[in-house]
């Protein structure tokens, strides 16, 4: 400790807590810019970034959408950005996503779920310019993006306005719920206040229908590979995991040692780099 400068011994006192939500935000500062920004939408609330890795492709796609409990004050795509580079150091393109959140105008259902679909129907165009591979697209959110990645895996499913054309080999659930309705109570817990009777607008009593047609895991099966990753909500995801695996879908799950909900997605924790690898593994395959 003698021999120590001033600087060392500030670094090391100003260090994120390992697995704490500054750890994660400290890694996604250092990330490098992305490959292209791009609007997919009238706004920025609606944009996202794309990574794209060296070489000549076409590359298998993780279409990554991030959490904060469906609200514009927590959270947000710059959280991830660690994470979508992680995925491009795998060989894997990243459209890292934004969208319209609780306090945004607009957002809610369906605004929230129709800046998804329309990030995810940006795809077709991104791949006019970019070497993306849509027939190996997966889908991935932590958080509350896991619900929202969950809902856009059952696209397919819904009426013909929300369809899309890309057709997922995978999706997978960081951290986070499928559905909406069995979560109401919880949320509050968990986010500190309710937002999911926001989000829809109503309780799951007064909008049944919406809800429904809200929540991926009221489509099960959705005839695409489910991959949940279990951190520190991963006791409220057991009843969706039974439920995926009774409906006949292909599941998978991880469970890294003595998780956080944020060390999962900081690749530079060794539970963060582990979830990277499988879902790179479960998705695409050893070989990519």
């Not at 600087?7 to 400290?26: D, H, K, T, W």
Request: glycine share 12%; charged share 20%; hydrophobic share 45%.
């Amino acid at each position: 400790m003698m021999g120590m400068t001033m600087a060392a011994l500030l670094m090391m006192q100003a260090a994120p807590e390992v697995g704490s939500i500054a750890a994660l935000e400290a890694d996604s500062g250092r990330a490098p810019p992305a490959t292209a920004t791009v609007r997919y939408g009238d706004d920025d609330k609606r944009s996202g970034e794309l990574r794209i890795p060296p070489g000549k492709g076409p590359f298998p796609v993780v279409f990554l959408i991030h959490g904060g409990c469906w609200a514009n004050d927590m959270g947000g795509m710059p959280q991830l950005r660690s994470l979508a580079e992680a995925f491009r150091r795998k060989g894997v393109a990243v459209w890292s996503v934004t969208y319209r959140r609780l306090g945004d105008p607009g957002a809610g259902w369906p605004g929230t779920f129709q800046d998804v679909a329309a990030a995810e129907d940006q795809l077709t165009v991104l791949a006019k310019r970019y070497p993306l591979d849509l027939k190996r697209v997966a889908l991935a959110g932590h958080s509350a993006g896991a619900q929202l990645a969950a809902w856009a895996a059952a696209r397919p499913k819904l009426p013909a306005l929300w369809t899309g054309t890309i057709r997922p080999v995978a999706v997978a659930m960081i951290d986070g719920p499928a559905g909406l309705a069995p979560f109401v109570g919880t949320d509050a817990r968990v986010c500190g206040r309710p937002v999911i009777v926001p989000l829809m607008d109503g309780t799951p009593a007064e909008k049944p229908v919406e809800y429904r047609m809200a929540s991926g895991a009221d489509h099960w099966p959705l005839g695409t590979k489910q991959l949940f990753v279990r951190g520190a909500l991963g006791p409220f995801m057991a009843p969706e995991i039974a439920a995926a695996k009774a409906a006949g879908d292909s599941v998978a799950v991880f469970d890294p040692p003595k998780p956080t909900h944020f060390d999962v997605v900081t690749p530079s924790s060794p539970n963060g780099a582990a979830v990277v690898d499988w879902v790179v593994k479960e998705a695409f395959g050893a070989g990519n």
